[in-house]
């Protein structure tokens, strides 16, 4: 079982900077992918990037391609999200999941294991 725990949300003008980050409880942490979903108020959770086991594969959705970056520090059992030129659009709660294979990542139910979230909200 893998907990996940975010930080790093916060309100923030458009423009801006956050990163967020998912520290997970699992030694075994290195084998897992994770990905980054957001959830705004009436719409579906929808991916926001994820990435591989080892780094070596990535994936973002199209609307935050070249303005977010997600990685990984397995020594650390932790992920992050840095997110540039945030625009209010990106307001959501952002969760973080994990799940031990790389497959169909853009669907939610495919991911086992997820955090509780946290809230980004960006100001115009």
């Known amino acids: 079982q893998v907990q996940l725990v975010e930080s790093g949300g916060g309100l923030v003008q458009a423009g801006g900077s956050l990163r967020l980050s998912c520290v997970a409880s699992?030694?075994?942490?290195?084998?897992?992918?994770v990905s980054w979903f957001r959830q705004a108020p009436g719409k579906e959770r929808d991916i926001v990037a994820a990435i591989s086991w080892s780094s070596g594969s990535t994936y973002y959705a199209d609307s935050v391609k070249g303005r977010f970056t997600i990685s990984r520090d397995n020594a650390k059992n932790t992920a992050y999200l840095q997110m540039n030129s945030l625009k209010p659009e990106d307001t959501a709660v952002y969760y973080c999941a994990a799940d031990p294979s790389w497959r169909t990542v853009v669907e939610q139910t495919k991911w086992d294991y997820w955090g509780q979230g946290t809230q980004v909200t960006v100001s115009s």
């Open positions: 699992e030694r075994t942490f290195s084998r897992y992918a």
